[in-house]
């Protein structure tokens, strides 16, 4: 008898990505129909993602109300649904390693999506939404940025977009800025004297990422202001490419390597020269902290950057416990509906963010740890909007519930996808409340 559950810590494995049976189809169906039977007979994670109930639908349709009946040409549906949110495997699976079924969910829905990419390449819609280095720059230029951002608020745009593109017509777009976030740090000098603790070096590197370069470069300038004030230098790493979380997310595991041989000797160099490093976006911490060392395990460098790297408030709470957080605030935030996002939980470091908030005088804090729904590019995409919606659902009427001064989330992205379903106030990340408590 198989034992049931596991009180072990999680064990998570290398990505054999390269080895030439990761992508035999006839290798991952069989490994597919092993794992989706297991997830059939728990159904623990039924209320995460679109993912399980498309699967629980499948094998309660089939003729034969089990795995075996239902067809493999549809267990690509499932895969669809799956955006690597990796909640399954640390909330939910009491089946992942070390138990001996050594189930990874996410990481065999990657394999499915990379031997996908391999066999059929990658739809125009999908490119264009991952290529987010190429879109930014050409979007965020002069002129085309104030046009783009224009247009993009045009019901008869956004229709056009809907049935050409698959974008759908009221999912949010993200606006583009002339003025980037290397621009505005471009002749940035930090004059705090670094001071070491036990955990931190006292100075940080900041990997701006796409988002925070091209969308929303705010908060960048929201991270150092913050750093600054509690006398953490931050120096802003230049020339970097995108993590490779998106394309990821596609299953084009070749174009996350070319940006890992771009970014990964830059941020090396970088550790070796005494800095910490830190992304305001957690998909980018998450990706250099977990996801590349899984991919390219024997490689020292990356190693290297994984340990270096560091959620903004898990960094904080560090500095807090070494007595080195100024916890002189200028105003109180009232009550903040904070929602925890996924690629920040997966981080095992705890609710950080909601920690150092609560240390705000007359600041109350409503944690919400549901998925947004958005999860990178699924909630933009017309064939899953309406779902991303309706898993967005619950996080959006706690807001409302929790009748806030101020909402948002670590993601920004998530944050806009609550505000998608609420009309009347607009999310402000983490970082931002944070300044602004400060009164910097």
């Known amino acids: 008898m198989a034992r049931e559950g596991s009180l072990e810590?999680?064990?998570?494995?290398p990505i054999d990505w390269k080895n030439p049976d990761f992508y035999n189809e006839e290798l991952l169906n069989h490994e597919l129909e092993r794992v989706f039977d297991i997830c059939h007979g728990c159904r623990r994670c039924v209320s995460l993602c679109h993912a399980f109930p498309t699967l629980f639908d499948l094998v309660d349709e089939s003729p034969t109300m089990e795995v075996d009946g239902v067809d493999k040409n549809d267990y690509m549906k499932v895969v669809d649904h799956c955006y690597l949110c990796d909640l399954c495997f640390l909330t939910k699976c009491p089946y992942i390693p070390p138990h001996e079924w050594q189930l990874d969910f996410p990481h065999l829905m990657l394999r499915a999506k990379a031997i996908d990419h391999k066999k059929n390449g990658t739809s125009f819609r999908n490119k264009l939404l991952s290529?987010?280095?190429a879109i930014g720059k050409t979007m965020s230029t002069p002129v085309v940025s104030q046009m783009v951002n224009f247009v993009n608020k045009i019901p008869a745009t956004r229709a056009v977009l809907d049935s050409t593109l698959g974008i759908h017509k009221s999912a949010h777009l993200p606006e583009y800025h002339s003025k980037t976030l290397s621009k505005r740090l471009k002749?940035?000098?930090s004059l705090s004297e670094v001071k070491a603790t036990d955990s931190t070096t006292g100075k940080v590197a900041l990997f701006g990422t796409c988002y925070g370069e091209y969308n929303e470069p705010h908060l960048g300038e929201d991270l150092v202001a913050v750093f600054e004030h509690n006398k953490i230098p931050v120096t802003f790493v230049s020339d970097a490419k995108c993590c490779g979380m998106p394309k990821m997310e596609s299953g084009d595991l070749e174009a996350v390597e070319v940006a890992k041989k771009h970014n990964i000797p830059m941020l090396a160099k970088m550790v070796d020269e005494g800095y910490d490093l830190i992304a305001p976006v957690p998909s980018c911490a998450l990706m250099f902290k977990q996801e590349l060392p899984l991919l390219f395990p024997d490689d020292a460098d990356v190693q290297k950057v994984g340990k270096a790297f560091f959620d903004p408030f898990e960094y904080l709470m560090l500095r807090h416990k070494a007595g080195e957080l100024n916890t002189e605030f200028k105003n109180s935030l009232g009550k903040v509906a904070y929602h925890v996002a996924c690629h920040?939980?997966?981080q095992n470091v705890g609710m950080k963010t909601r920690d150092i908030l609560q240390l705000i005088q007359d600041t109350e804090i409503?944690?919400?740890?549901?998925?947004?729904?958005?999860?990178?590019?699924?909630?933009?995409?017309?064939?899953?909007?309406?779902?991303s919606m309706k898993i967005a659902k619950p996080v959006i009427n706690r807001?409302?519930?929790?009748?806030?001064?101020h909402y948002g989330s670590d993601c920004p992205m998530a944050g806009h996808q609550i505000a998608n379903g609420i009309d009347d106030k607009e999310p402000e990340h983490p970082l931002t409340l944070l300044r602004l408590a400060y009164g910097i």
């Open 9 to 13: 810590a999680p064990t998570r494995h």
């Open 131 to 133: 290529s987010t280095d």
């Open 187 to 189: 002749n940035h000098h």
């Open 344 to 346: 920040q939980r997966v």
């Open 366 to 387: 409503t944690a919400i740890e549901r998925c947004s729904g958005h999860d990178g590019t699924y909630a933009v995409k017309k064939e899953f909007h309406d779902i």
């Open 399 to 405: 807001v409302k519930q929790a009748e806030a001064d």
